[in-house]
């Protein structure tokens, strides 16, 4: 039984019934219809009541990039495809300082509509009229473009068209304010800096000469280009005078190597034999050889003429060997002058090349200083250059945002939209209605059809029947034929086609739910099958079944005590149907119930009527019902509508744990828009049918 609740509990748990809200709905249609009219009816009175104002718009363009006005460089720049670019110039012209140009401009803190007609200071009434601004301004972007929409809310027409160009231009205006400022700036310190710089300038330039004069440089070719020109020409000559020290080297030396060799080998070295000296002894020599050589022929070696041609040929070899030895020694001399040149050079080169070492440090001194005063000079032209430009772009400056469409008055109001209002309105107030019937229905925990007894309970009913206009008999309920169907309906499931008898309980979750009702009702259409038995042993009631019967002192309790017979406590209703009263009780119901004759009694009865109705007390006021359950065959347990599904749970439950018999519920006073079976859509459907059809 328990697992039994825990799986009915999952079931309930996976799934939502809407039916309920649905059906909640559609009963109340007409005061859903009600409250329409009703919303839209006031919504109408109060739209009329409310004053119009007008919704002006203009339109901006954001310039993408700077306008190339003039051929120079741009001093202002920023990069518009930044995600934040467009942002900060919307922000920037709903800003407060944007906003109080154009209060002033326009004059706005005169304006009641603006400064509520405050009587202080103008600048608390600038102050109220800047608020009231920001209230009714709306900057909005349009996407994917350089656009922004300024539109302004007032109370005349042409009063928000002129606000809304008067915001645009005063951003405007603000936006190339800030540029000149800029500019201004920038010139400001342009100036201070070329200043600087001149004067750093200068100082440098009289380093630079102080430097020179200290360590006696001279700037031709650079600092050390004298010193450079100067070891060039010690270079040059440096170099002639070696090749003449060579040159005489090489003549002496090949003289000097002839020492001791004939007069004629040395005379023909052509170091030698080129002196005009030496040519014209040779001639003498060849001459005076001559002359001894015909004397030693003709007159022979005794001969004063061959004594006079020896003797002059001797005069001539001691004047060549003179000559020669003079020649000699002027070699050796040009070589020894030619040594002393080279190495005179060599020293004034080697000085030189110490002077130039020592310039080094000078020049890297002074190309560090010359260097420092380019930088300057070249810092300083970009600043001259820079400053000619600002003076050319204060002039030529121009907005980098325009108005792209000025704002006209508009023909219409923009609030209040009256149609569109009144539907908000009235359909604010059916979705509320609607809510109200939906939070209601979800809350209230009470079973008022079948449906919502299996979504409240998590149980199945057997059938359902309606609330009754008026207290009415068995025979008159059974002359509508609706209402019989139902009752045969509920027979038909209970007994479910039994063929052996049958002992039915009818109970109910608390007293005044009808139940005896029900239990007549039952007994009634079981007789027209079969015999039938109605047994009333509610004892609790003051008025029962035993009320509407004649009056007997005999019943079920005597016939359980054996102190009368079946024939003496039975009454003849019908045909197939009889009934057995109560009868008069001297002790507790509980000692009766629980007597060891009843299910004998019960037996013998069953061996007259194959079905016992037996009508019981509620579960609330007794446990009567307990007692019997474990004696019958189908527990029927009659749920008024409206009951709390709790007490439907916890009365169902204790009925199933009393005995084994199945336990069926009947939904009883349910009122005809909530019936749900077949033969409860039918009697619903016949109401409506007599309702619209003419008499």
Not at 369 to 397: D, G
Not at 568 to 580: E, H, N, P, S, T
Not at 622 to 647: F, H, P, T, W, Y
Not at 676 to 681: A, F, R, Y
Request: with cysteine.
């Amino acid at each position: 039984m328990a697992i039994s609740l825990v799986e009915n509990g999952k079931k309930k748990e996976g799934f939502i019934d809407f039916t309920p809200y649905f059906n909640k709905i559609k009963h109340k249609l007409i005061w859903c219809l009600m409250v329409v009219i009703v919303a839209a009816a006031a919504s109408f009175i109060l739209t009329r009541l409310m004053s119009s104002s007008y919704t002006a718009t203009a339109t901006v363009l954001f310039k993408a990039q700077s306008s190339d006005i003039s051929p120079l460089p741009r001093l202002d720049n920023y990069d518009s495809t930044r995600n934040d670019y467009y942002e900060t110039k919307y922000a920037l012209m709903g800003s407060r300082v944007v906003l109080d140009a154009a209060v002033r401009k326009l004059k706005l803190y005169e304006d009641p509509e603006f400064n509520e007609g405050d009587k202080q200071d103008e600048a608390g009434r600038i102050d109220n009229a800047v608020l009231a601004l920001q209230k009714k301004l709306t900057i909005s972007g349009v996407r994917s473009t350089q656009l922004v929409s300024v539109s302004v809310e007032a109370k005349s027409a042409q009063k928000a068209a002129d606000i809304a160009n008067g915001v645009a231009q005063a951003f405007i205006d603000y936006s190339l304010q800030q540029k000149k400022n800029t500019l201004l700036q920038a010139q400001s310190t342009n100036e201070k800096m070329m200043g600087e710089l001149k004067s750093k300038m200068d100082q440098q330039k009289a380093d630079i000469d102080t430097f020179l004069r200290q360590n006696g440089l001279l700037t031709f070719r650079s600092v050390d280009g004298y010193e450079t020109e100067r070891m060039g020409i010690a270079i040059n000559r440096l170099a002639d005078a070696t090749q003449r020290r060579l040159k005489a080297q090489t003549e002496w030396d090949k003289v000097r190597q002839q020492q001791g060799k004939p007069i004629e080998q040395i005379i023909s070295l052509p170091e030698i034999s080129g002196h005009p000296q030496i040519q014209d002894l040779r001639i003498a020599m060849i001459q005076t050889r001559r002359e001894l050589s015909d004397a030693a022929e003709h007159y022979g070696p005794q001969h004063p003429k061959y004594l006079q041609a020896q003797a002059q040929m001797k005069a001539v070899s001691a004047q060549l060997g003179q000559v020669l030895g003079e020649l000699s020694n002027g070699l050796r001399q040009q070589y020894q002058i030619a040594l002393d040149d080279e190495q005179h050079y060599q020293q004034m080169l080697d000085e030189q090349k110490a002077n130039f070492q020592a310039l080094g440090a000078k020049r890297d001194q002074y190309n560090t200083m010359t260097t420092t005063l380019n930088k300057t000079e070249e810092l300083y032209k970009s600043l001259y250059q820079r400053a000619s430009e600002q003076k050319l772009s204060e002039s030529l400056s121009a907005p980098d945002e325009v108005i792209y469409d000025a704002a006209v008055p508009p023909d219409r109001p923009s609030k209040p939209q009256r149609g569109l209002l009144i539907v908000m309105v009235t359909l604010m107030a059916l979705a509320l209605y609607i809510m109200y019937l939906i939070v209601g229905t979800a809350m209230d925990k009470t079973v008022n059809s079948l449906s919502e007894l299996k979504a409240k309970a998590a149980l199945d009913a057997s059938g359902e029947f309606p609330q009754l206009p008026n207290v009415e008999s068995a025979k008159q309920i059974f002359h509508n034929v609706q209402y019989a169907d139902m009752i045969h309906s509920l027979r038909l499931a209970l007994l479910n086609r039994r063929d052996k008898p049958a002992t039915i309980l009818v109970t109910s979750v608390q007293p005044r739910f009808g139940s005896s009702l029900i239990a007549e009702l039952l007994a009634s259409s079981a007789s027209k099958a079969r015999e039938t038995l109605l047994i009333d042993l509610d004892y609790l009631a003051s008025k029962g079944l035993s009320a509407k019967y004649p009056q007997q002192k005999l019943g079920f309790s005597q016939l359980l005590n054996g102190t009368a017979t079946a024939e003496q406590a039975i009454v003849k209703l019908d045909d197939q149907l009889d009934f057995l009263a109560r009868g008069e009780l001297n002790d507790s119901s509980l000692l009766l119930l629980t007597s060891e004759r009843l299910p004998a009694l019960l037996a013998t009865l069953h061996q007259t009527y194959d079905t016992l109705v037996i009508d019981t007390p509620a579960l609330s006021l007794a446990q009567d019902s307990l007692l019997l359950a474990a004696q019958s065959d189908i527990n029927l347990l009659v749920v008024k509508a409206g009951e709390q599904a709790a007490r439907v749970r916890e009365a169902e439950l204790r009925l199933k744990r009393a005995g084994d018999a199945p336990v069926a519920l009947l939904l009883n006073q349910v009122k005809e828009e909530n019936l749900e079976t077949q033969e409860g859509k039918r009697l619903l459907d016949r109401e409506m049918h007599e309702l619209i059809s003419p008499k």
